[in-house]
């Protein structure tokens, strides 16, 4: 079974920036297609970034994609999200998502396994 921790969120001024970890445990990382998704105080949850299988191919939305960078770190079995020049409406619980395949996916239902999230609220 895949399990999922996301760290790193936090309050932080606009114009900031965070690194968001996701350490994977009970499965093989390099399998997995790694995914991570935000959810706005109030509203639905909305695909941010997401790399493909061994880290051969990445995609981040793109509305922060001149912002936001995702990578991963296969030896130590752990996801990232570079973010920088945060804005408030990048508030929202930020989670990973993972499943096993080789393309990645933007695309929620996709994704078989969730952590519990972590809260990024940026002050403006």
């Known amino acids: 079974q895949v399990q999922l921790v996301e760290s790193g969120g936090g309050l932080v001024q606009a114009g900031g920036s965070l690194r968001l970890s996701c350490e994977v445990s009970?499965?093989?990382?390099?399998?997995?297609?790694m995914g991570w998704f935000r959810q706005p105080p109030g509203k639905e949850r909305e695909f941010v970034a997401a790399i493909g299988w061994s880290g051969r191919s990445t995609y981040v939305v793109e509305s922060v994609k001149d912002r936001f960078a995702i990578s991963a770190d296969y030896a130590k079995d752990t996801l990232y999200l570079e973010m920088t020049r945060l804005e408030s409406e990048d508030t929202a619980l930020y989670y990973c998502?993972?499943?096993?395949?080789?393309?990645?996916?933007?695309?929620?239902?996709?994704?078989?396994?969730w952590g519990q999230g972590t809260q990024v609220t940026v002050s403006s």
């Open positions: 009970g499965g093989t990382f390099s399998s997995l297609v």
């Open positions: 998502a993972a499943r096993y395949g080789r393309i990645y996916s933007i695309v929620e239902s996709d994704y078989e396994y």
